[in-house]
Each structure stands twice: as structure tokens, then as C-alpha cells.
């Protein structure tokens, strides 16, 4: 018999937290009077991961086949075997049967998006069967298609692509909000974002870090129901002077949780010890020269001042290039982005990650030493957007194990290596190569 379809699922949480997609379809193959019918489920991370689950009935023995695959992102082509970057093609791979005759061979179908101009998102289209022995295919006929919301998640309708044992379902309805090591009502959250908003050559996509990073720290705080109190320097308050007092009048206590993050022009040079960049605070830049000590801090020594406070967890990011003097930032591709549906994250990876009782300091920087950092207006810094993209995937509710911040970090550093190599950087000769951009981190625990 022929093989089984896969489904198109989407969430996208809020413009900082969208990190998946979910859908569900309902299509035939074959004739009206005689069709094959089937359901699918797909979830699609903003990294172009997920899942695919598939539904139908087995025409011989007439019982329910759930299939789940991997599922594999690419641009299509056309018909000269063009690359089209108008077109996603979301493809099944290792299929494994989860309900069914586990030796039944399955040729997954392949789920067609074209990219609306309109509003930048990349639409559902067509369903394709192909079956590689045969070297065929056929189009599939899509009857009903719906972007999935969080009140579509009911027990029932879970229940169509998962079982009672799968950790998905247990996630949204077994297992409870488990009992924090650490009392959030101990617990305050400090968040200081420094942001180079004014200066016109990254003006926009610093914007655009400056907002994600702030709405996603305030949602963790919100709901783990902490004590908020944020600094945002950016405009007319981006200083040296400024980023100064803010780290002087830093004050946490024995619980509680620090977030240093950065977003601007950066440098560093063979001399320095360090392989952590430079944030270049100048306040004029036509007038004044990047100098240390004078208008420039480095961040690993930021690090060690906010570590030295005490906080149990800190964690200091810059998203900043990371090379010589006069070298300028990127321009990265843009993440390829799906329609966004509604759906909030797992609590319980929340309070794993901000509230365990164990002390963590997490540095991190966007390149390492010698590389420039990378962004566009779109997305913002390419570094900083793989970063929320992997928070969130890591801590949605179809994750299905409970995350750490390496998971997060090693996703993020891996996804911004591949988005640097997909662009095209000017380098100091004045040739175009492709970019290289890799994430520098480390995490030590205690205090």
C-alpha cells in the first residue's frame, strides 16, 4: 500500500517567543469515490526542526496506523532544478510506526509552502507521495488545513497523534508543576540590556534584540511569578558611565537570578588576553575613537563583577563583533519563517532552568575572536535570535526531556554557525566569502 502523510504544525509564542509552528491537516490520494485518507500533525521549530505524525486507517486489516518521522527542511526547486527560495519543502524521514504493524514500509509524503510576499510567512501549498522505488509521485488533494492554537490542544485531540504514554502527553496532562528547590517568592530577577539603538548602521536590528530579550526575560519572571526589575540603556542612556552605575547599583541577593545582555558594534585585538570582545560604548562616534578603559568595557570583565555579587544565577550576553577595529558587522539571511500559532511554554522547564537551588554563571559571546557578529533587520542579530529560537524550543511543551543550559547554548551555537555559513561577508581585502561566525561560551558552576 502507499505510504503515509505528514502534517504541518506551527507555534509561534509572541514576536520574541516564536520558536514553533503547528498545523493539522486532513488530504486524499486517488480518486473522490475511492480515496486514501489521511490526517496529519507537523510542528515545526523557527530552526527548521520538528516532527511529523500521520493518521489513517489500514485499507487490508481496516485498523488505525500512527506513523512519526524527523522531519527535514529545504528550499524547493523549479523546473530547471533551480534552487527556489519561494518554496519550503518539508519531507518525512525515519519513519517508525507507533501504533500498527511495526514491519509495514512507509514512503512519507512531503509537505509544499510558498511563500507569501504579502506577509513574509511561508504558507501551506501542496502534498506530494513519492515512492523512490517507482521513481513516481502524486499530488495529494488537502480537504481541510488549520493553524492549531494552545485551546486546540484538548486531551482528545492529543490523543489522535499520541499516546497515553508518549512524554507529550504527559507533559500537558499528567504531569504536574513540579515543586521548585527554590521558592520563587525568595527569588528577584535583574535584567540589565544595554543597546546601541542610535547608531544607524545597526540601529534597527539592535531594536529588535533589545525587544525579544527584554519581553522574553519579563515573561520567565511573570510566570515563575519573580520579582521583575529591569534597566534598559539604549538611546540617549547608552553610556560607559551609564553601564557602569547599572552593574554598581546591582545588588542580588543569596537567590537570585542576574541577566547582563549587549547588543552593538564590539571589538577585540591580538594584544588582549581575552577572547571575549570589547562593547564599544562611545556616545559620539564621529568624534571619539574606541578606546579601553575610556569608552569601551570588556564583557568577560563585566562577568567577573556580576559573578562577584553573589547571585545564584547570572548569566551575561553579548551579541557584538569580536575582531579588529574598524572591521563592520554583517549582514546575515533571514530565518525562514511559518504562520504563528498561540502556545505557551512548559512550566516546569522553566523552573529547571531559572530556579533550581544550585549556583550557575553562564558568559557568552556571539563570535569568537577574530569573527565578526552577524544580524539583519528582520530577525536582528543572528546570534541572539538562535538563541531565543533554542529557549524556546527547549522549553515548549512538546519537548520532551527536561532541558540545560548547555542544550540551549550548543543549539544555539550550532544554528548560528550554519545561518553564518548560508551568508555572504565582506572581508578586510574587500572579497566576498562566505560568513563564519561561531559562539563562544562557558559555564561554571557555583558562585
Same mark, same amino acid.
Not at 502507499?2 to 516564536?18: E, H, P, Y
Not at 550576553?317 to 500559532?341: E, H
Not at 554563571?361 to 543572528?382: C, F, P, R, V
Given at each position: ?48 526542526t520538528g516532527f511529523i505524525r500521520v493518521k489513517y486507517i489500514d485499507p487490508d486489516s481496516k485498523k488505525t496506523v500512527l506513523v512519526d518521522m524527523d522531519m527535514e527542511e529545504q528550499y524547493g526547486s523549479d523546473d530547471k532544478g533551480k534552487t527556489d527560495t519561494n518554496i519550503l519543502v518539508f ?114 536590528t539592535v531594536v529588535k534584540d533589545k525587544t525579544k530579550v527584554i519581553e522574553n526575560y519579563a515573561q520567565v519572571a511573570r510566570l515563575l511569578n519573580l520579582k521583575f526589575n529591569s534597566v534598559a540603556l539604549s538611546g540617549k542612556e547608552f553610556s560607559k558611565a551609564n553601564v557602569e552605575t547599572a ?57 567577573? #563583577?556580576?559573578?562577584? $555579587? ?6 551575561? /550576553? @553579548?551579541? %557584538?563583533?569580536?575582531? !579588529? ?84 547554548? #550548543?543549539?544555539?551555537? $550550532? ?6 555559513? /548560508? @551568508?555572504? %561577508?565582506?572581508?578586510? !581585502? ?5 560568513c563564519r561566525q561561531t559562539p563562544v561560551y562557558e559555564i561554571k558552576p557555583g558562585r
Open positions: 500500500m502507499r505510504k503515509i502523510t505528514l502534517l504541518a504544525v506551527l507555534v509561534f509564542i509572541s514576536k520574541c517567543i516564536a520558536a514553533q509552528s503547528l498545523f493539522e491537516f486532513k488530504y486524499y490520494f486517488g480518486e473522490k469515490k475511492d480515496k486514501e485518507e489521511y490526517k496529519a500533525f507537523l510542528l515545526r521549530n523557527e530552526d527548521g519531507e518525512g524521514k525515519n519513519p517508525q510506526v507507533i501504533i500498527g504493524d511495526a514491519n509495514e514500509k512507509y514512503d512519507p509524503d512531503i509537505f509544499w509552502f510558498s511563500k507569501n510576499e504579502e506577509t513574509g510567512f511561508y504558507e501551506p501549498w501542496a502534498v506530494i507521495s513519492s515512492d523512490d522505488e517507482a521513481d513516481t509521485h502524486s499530488e495529494g488533494v488537502i480537504e481541510e488545513m488549520r493553524l492549531l492554537e494552545e485551546k486546540d490542544l484538548t486531551q482528545d485531540f492529543i490523543l489522535e497523534y499520541f499516546t497515553s504514554d508518549d512524554e507529550v502527553y504527559k507533559n500537558l496532562f499528567v504531569n504536574k508543576t513540579k515543586t521548585p528547590t527554590l521558592p520563587s517568592q525568595t527569588a528577584n530577577f535583574y535584567l540589565v540590556v544595554v543597546a546601541n539603538t542610535s547608531d544607524k548602521s545597526i540601529g534597527t552593574i554598581n547599583n546591582l545588588h542580588p541577593g543569596f537567590n537570585d537570578i542576574v541577566v547582563f545582555y549587549y547588543s552593538g558594534h564590539g571589538f577585540n585585538d591580538k594584544g588582549s588576553s581575552s577572547k571575549y570582545p570589547f562593547m564599544d560604548l562611545r556616545t559620539d562616534p564621529l568624534k571619539e575613537y574606541p578606546t579601553v578603559g575610556v569608552n569601551a568595557l570588556n564583557i568577560e570583565n563585566v562577568y567577573k #563583577q556580576i559573578v562577584a $555579587k553573589g547571585a545564584r544565577l547570572n548569566i551575561v /550576553i @553579548s551579541d %557584538c563583533c569580536n575582531a !579588529d577595529i574598524g572591521m563592520s558587522s554583517t549582514s546575515a539571511a533571514q530565518v525562514n519563517v511559518t504562520r504563528p500559532s498561540t502556545l505557551g511554554p512548559n512550566l516546569n522547564s522553566y523552573i529547571s532552568l531559572f530556579l533550581d537551588n544550585k549556583p550557575v554563571s553562564i558568559l557568552m559571546t556571539a563570535a569568537a575572536k577574530g569573527e565578526l557578529s552577524g544580524g539583519n533587520d528582520n530577525d536582528g542579530g543572528i546570534f541572539t535570535n538562535n538563541f531565543m529560537i533554542s529557549f524556546d524550543k527547549y522549553t515548549g511543551k512538546f519537548f520532551e526531556k527536561t532541558p540545560t543550559w548547555d542544550d540551549i547554548i #550548543q543549539l544555539a551555537q $550550532k544554528q548560528t554557525i550554519t545561518r553564518a555559513t /548560508i @551568508s555572504i %561577508c565582506e572581508q578586510p !581585502d574587500g572579497s566576498f566569502q562566505k
